[in-house]
Structures are given as C-alpha cells and as structure tokens.
C-alpha cells in the first residue's frame, strides 16, 4: 500500500530535469611561478568573466592560475587604471604583511648560510693546516719519520672513505 501511495504522489508531481551548467566548469591550470598584481585599493575584488572572484589582500594579488593571469594581464592591456604589475616593494610588503617570519627568513637565509660556510671552511684550514706538521699514524707504523703533506693526507682520506663505502655497500 505504502508503494502505491508513492507511485500516486510521484505521478502527480512532474519530474523536472537537472538544469545545465549556465557557464561550463574550467579546468584550473597552475603555472610554476607566482604572479603579483597591485591595485591601487588596500583591499579589493575582480570577477573574471566566469565569475570567479579575484581577491586583492593588502593591495595585491599573488597568484599561480593560468585563467587569472591571463585575465588579469588582458585587463592591464586594456589599460585598467588602477591594475598593474606589482613592483618589488610591494610584493614585499605583501610577503611581510602575509608571513612576515617566512619572509625574513628567506631574506636572512643566503647571508646566514655564507657566514656559516665561511666560518667551517675557516676551521677546516686551520685543522688541516695545523695537522700537516705531525705524523700519521701509518708514518709511525711505516717509520718513514717525514710528516705527511696535505694533498697526501686527503688522497689516504678518500681511500679510506672509499673503502669504508664499499665494505658497508658489501655488508648491506
């Protein structure tokens, strides 16, 4: 009884088919680097013809997608008058205001890796400098009595390296 009640009330209604997309759906293509774009408001919006919203934050815009670069690169062509391409300054108020640890980070990276190599690489020369005058254990083993030279002492390193390498290449 309950399914005649449900094939009465399903005749009576009539069924409408799903309506189609208005726009069709784009596939989103990212590219390798980022875009920024300016635009002369703190905090604005576009809309692509498709009706995806552009959000600027802070006056700017960072963006990696196919469609909204080229939308946004049409508009600057167009002579939009307040869009432009963002300038170094302010990409990097954009980065600061938007992760300003990561930025600073990134700024201090290369001058804290070079001081640091410079510095271990400045050790390294006093230690093999300072090493150079005394014998090696295989010269007192040997009884050669000279003391090893520089370029002797890295060639019997990356010996033993070398076959320290294969013997544990061997027992893995």
Do not use: C
Not at 28 to 36: A, P, S
Not at 91 to 118: C, F, H, L, W
């Amino acid at each position: 009884m309950a399914t005649e009640k449900s094939t009465i009330l399903d005749a009576a209604r009539p069924q409408t088919a799903a309506l189609p997309s208005l726009t069709p759906a784009s596939p989103v293509v990212f590219q390798e680097e980022i875009k920024y774009y300016a635009i002369a408001e703190r905090a604005a919006s576009m809309h692509r013809e498709d009706g995806t919203r552009l959000a600027f934050m802070f006056g700017v815009l960072a963006t990696r997608v196919r469609a909204d670069i080229d939308y946004l690169e049409r508009e600057i062509y167009n002579g939009h008058a307040l869009l432009s391409r963002a300038t170094p300054e302010q990409i990097r108020n954009y980065k600061m205001s938007t992760d300003p640890r990561g930025t600073i980070a990134a700024e201090m990276r290369p001058q804290i890796e070079a001081s640091v190599r410079a510095e271990l690489e400045g050790k390294i020369r006093e230690e093999m400098s300072a090493g150079a005058g005394f014998q090696s254990d295989t010269e007192k083993l040997q009884g050669t009595g000279e003391p090893e030279t520089t370029e002797q002492r890295l060639a019997r390193i990356r010996k033993t390296v070398s076959s320290l390498t294969l013997s544990l290449y061997l027992l893995w």
